[in-house]
């Protein structure tokens, strides 16, 4: 059901995680990105699943919250290890009509779902641990010194946690429409694919009509709050950097080092072959 997708909801618990400044961990998080991209070698993956584990485990977060985020992917992982099988060149396992699996594409198509998966594990630790309004302040921060370039960056921030925050509401509001129209007998598992895609216009409809309805009562509960932007506001709680937060930042330098390390040492390390 689409109320079992866990994107962009946060899940208080008393982890180091959870009490990280938001600054360090959305940084961490745009550099683990990039590292993945990077450090791209089989030593490498091992570190950072090693890496993204045990960062899973600290933020006492059931398990099974991580794999259900990942549903919104699952099909897009499983095609494009199919692409990959398919569509690598080098020695075949077997045939199918013109079409060949090889080792090779084995090989590739796994990595490149096991960097999906990580990347989206990584991005659901960022949201499972951090509630919207203190990501919204940090996001801030960390674009502060944009405004010297005009680039409104309370107005991006708040767009930004709004749209996060509303994503499970909206979810939520999408399974009730569902609901709502088979109980009147509509179908939506039968017929061909045109068929399946006409039987949703019911849904999307009422959906938008919902969606622009919530946006205005949002807009109207922060005009009646006096809100103006982000000139002259002020916070309960300001951001600010602890020990454990300098700690975590030094962890996760030293395990970039290693990676660079290895990266200009042993270039062409691996540790199997298929």
Known sequence: MLTDIKIGQFFPANSLLHKLDARLKIVSLFILI???????????????????GSLMYMSKIPLK???????????????????????TQG?????????S????G????????????????GASLLTFTTPPLVL?????????????????????????????????????????????????????MTGNILKRV????????????SAFRRADELAMAMEA???????????LKQLSFASRDYIAMTAFIGILLILTVIKIVFPHMVLFTL
Not at 34 to 52: A, E, K, P, R, T
Not at 91 to 99: A, P, T
Not at 228 to 233: A, I, L, T
Request: with cysteine.
């Open 34 to 52: 990039v590292g993945i991209f990077v450090f791209d070698s089989q030593l490498d993956y091992i570190i950072w699943c090693v890496l993204i």
């Open 65 to 87: 919250m991580f794999f259900i985020s990942i549903k919104p992917i699952i099909w897009i992982i499983l095609f494009t290890f199919i692409l990959h099988s398919f569509t």
């Open 91 to 99: 020695k075949v396992i077997f045939e199918v009509w013109k079409l």
């Open 101 to 104: 699996i090889t080792w090779e």
């Open 106 to 121: 084995l090989a590739n198509g796994s990595f490149v779902c096991l960097r999906l998966l990580l990347l989206m594990f």
């Open 136 to 188: 919204s302040d940090a996001l801030e921060d960390l674009m502060k010194p944009l405004k010297r370039f005009g680039v409104p960056a309370h107005e991006l921030a708040m767009m930004m946690t709004i749209a996060l925050r509303f994503i499970p509401t909206l979810l939520e509001e999408t399974d009730k429409i569902i609901k709502a129209q088979k109980s009147r007998g509509a179908d939506f």
């Open 198 to 209: 006409k039987a949703f216009m019911p849904i999307l409809i009422p959906l938008f009509i």
């Open 225 to 235: 709050r006096c809100y103006h932007g982000g000139v002259g506001r002020t916070r």
